[in-house]
């Protein structure tokens, strides 16, 4: 069977199929997120954005070194940010502040307009940030899946045109995400996203060219789907100037999948977390 037919990309990318003990998976993040609200301060639902869906929900760190944002994935048409708190713990423990992060969803709006919502909600966070305690002097942009992408869309990002202050964003994380969107044409559930090919190669990271100078680490399950490993490897080849000192791979995670990779970042033992760290240099 060819690689490229409709049948293979619908296996490939349809990761609830691919994955069936998702649910176990989904059932971990609610009880590990109710654990870190109990932990933690948080300021919930703070809106940055007039859409309906433009909240984020703070973690202040204690003497904080940097600010950490967070978009979950879903493909852009699922999920929220109230299912992903749990990221929050092991960062705010080591002086990172947390902000976690909704954006609308398709097919209400564009995958285009998800972009620049998620651009909205960091040059919120950069100006607002120090108000509830997790000031954005140094920034890291991370997220998981769908939020991969929107990570490495706001690193290929013309700040300064923004009116951000240079530097700002100093590293980003990409969990199993997605960087050529030239496939999604062909999967069913398409009829939300509504690419087209000219719109998925305009959103499709491994066609830009990185903004920010700042170290990107690119992560995944070992056990993803083949054409999630081949998505991680595109952009390690596209954006050199990108990979993180030290680095001559992305990370993929033995033993995890596409679900089951998210609950390392909840993990302070993980070897994400540890990784992030000796990135950032905090």
Request: hydrophobic share 45%.
């Amino acid at each position: 069977m060819a690689t490229d037919s409709a049948e293979f990309i619908e296996r490939e990318y349809n990761l609830r199929a691919a994955f069936p003990d998702h649910p176990q998976w989904f059932a971990r993040w609610a009880a590990d997120r109710a654990a870190a609200r109990a932990r933690l301060s948080g300021i919930l639902d703070v809106r940055y954005g007039e859409g309906p869906k433009q909240t984020l929900d703070l973690f202040p760190a204690a003497n904080p070194r940097a600010a950490l944002m967070f978009i979950h994935g879903g493909y852009w048409r699922a999920l929220d940010k109230k299912e992903h708190s749990f990221v929050a713990g092991p960062l705010v423990e080591r002086g990172v502040g947390v902000a976690v992060i909704n954006y609308d969803l398709c097919p209400e709006v564009s995958i285009a307009r998800i972009v620049e919502q998620c651009r909205n909600a960091a040059l919120w966070l950069m100006r607002e940030g120090p108000r509830y305690d997790v000031p954005a002097e140094r920034l890291l942009i991370a997220g998981h899946s769908a939020g991969g992408h929107l990570t490495a869309m706001l690193l290929a990002t013309d700040w300064a045109a923004r009116g951000a202050i240079a530097g700002s964003i100093v590293a980003g994380l990409a969990l199993s995400g997605v960087f050529d969107l030239e496939p999604l044409v062909q999967v069913s559930f398409n009829s939300d996203l509504r690419l087209d090919v000219g719109q998925a190669r305009a959103l499709s990271p491994i066609r830009l060219t990185p903004k920010v100078r700042a170290p990107l680490l690119l992560a995944a399950g070992a056990k993803e789907t083949s054409e999630f490993i081949r998505q991680s490897w595109l952009l390690w080849e596209r954006w050199p100037e990108s990979r993180p000192s030290g680095h001559d791979r992305p990370l993929f995670i033995p033993h995890r999948h596409h679900f089951s990779v998210m609950s390392e970042l909840g993990d302070a033992r993980s070897v994400i977390i540890d990784q992030l760290f000796k990135v950032v240099g905090c």
